[in-house]
């Protein structure tokens, strides 16, 4: 997996920073990256968070191009949202962030 190495927008990287600003959602970005893609059920289990919770942190981590979702069916006919881990290098520099601010909206709460 190669991993994102383009100069993310202010925007973009807003959301990544607003998303990695969280304990939870930085374990849960480990728990994938460490093994592998899983199904929310299973992954609300080893963080040890509600999966309501868990939905709700994943989705900010969607947003910001963190993580990747799937839906599949089980053999059994159910349906399992699988989750993945979206390869990122963030390098966050006093130029990085210079670069980023020239393409911020104005449209952000503070």
Partial sequence: MKSKNLQPTGDQLLAMLAALAN???LRIVAALATSGRNYV?????EI???RPLLHLHLQKLEAAGLVTSQLELSHDGKAL???DV????????PA?????????TTNHEL
């Avoid at 059920?41 to 289990?45: E, F, G």
């Avoid at 979206?86 to 520099?93: I, S, V």
């Fill in 23 to 25: 304990p939870h959602r």
């Fill in 41 to 45: 059920s299973q992954l609300a289990r």
């Fill in 48 to 50: 040890g968070i509600s």
């Fill in 81 to 83: 949202n699988f989750f």
């Fill in 86 to 93: 979206t390869a990122f290098a963030l390098e966050l520099t």
């Fill in 96 to 104: 990085a962030i210079a670069a980023a601010v020239t393409s911020l």
